[in-house]
C-alpha cells in the first residue's frame, strides 16, 4: 500500500449490496487531488510572499533611502519583540494562577500560541 502511495493513486474497493450499491465508505483516492491546494499554499507561502516582500522593501527603499528602511524593520521588529515578550509574560503569570488553583490553562494556552506566532511574524522583516 505504502507503494501504491507513492506511485500516486490508492485505490479501494469496497463490498457492495444486493442492489450494487456501496455498503461503506469508498473512493478512487489521487494524492495529486489531496494535495494539489496544499501545494499551492506552500508555494504561495515560501516563493511569492517573500518576493513581494522583496520588492516593496527595494521600492520604500528607493523612495525613503536604504538606511531609513532598514531602520523602520529593526524598529519594527524591537517593538514586535517588546509587546510579544510582555504579552507572553501575562499569559505565563495567568497559567500560574490557574494552576496554582488546579485549573487547566487551556486558553492560557492557545493564547500563548497566537502569541509566539505573532512575535514571530513581527520580528521577520518586511512591508506585507
Known sequence: ??????QGVMQ???ARDQAGCLS?????VSLHNVFEGNILQLFLLFVVIPLVELF????????IGALN???IVVITAA???Y?????G????????QLTARGELPTTELIDALMIFGGGALLLAPGCV
Open 1 to 6: 500500500m505504502v507503494a501504491l502511495a507513492f
Open 12 to 14: 479501494y474497493s469496497p
Open 24 to 28: 461503506g465508505a469508498s473512493a478512487r
Open 56 to 63: 516593496l522593501l527595494i521600492r520604500v527603499g528607493s523612495i
Open 69 to 71: 528602511t532598514v531602520g
Open 79 to 81: 517593538i514586535g519583540a
Open 83 to 87: 509587546y510579544a515578550r510582555s504579552e
Open 89 to 96: 509574560m501575562s499569559v505565563v503569570y495567568r497559567m500560574q
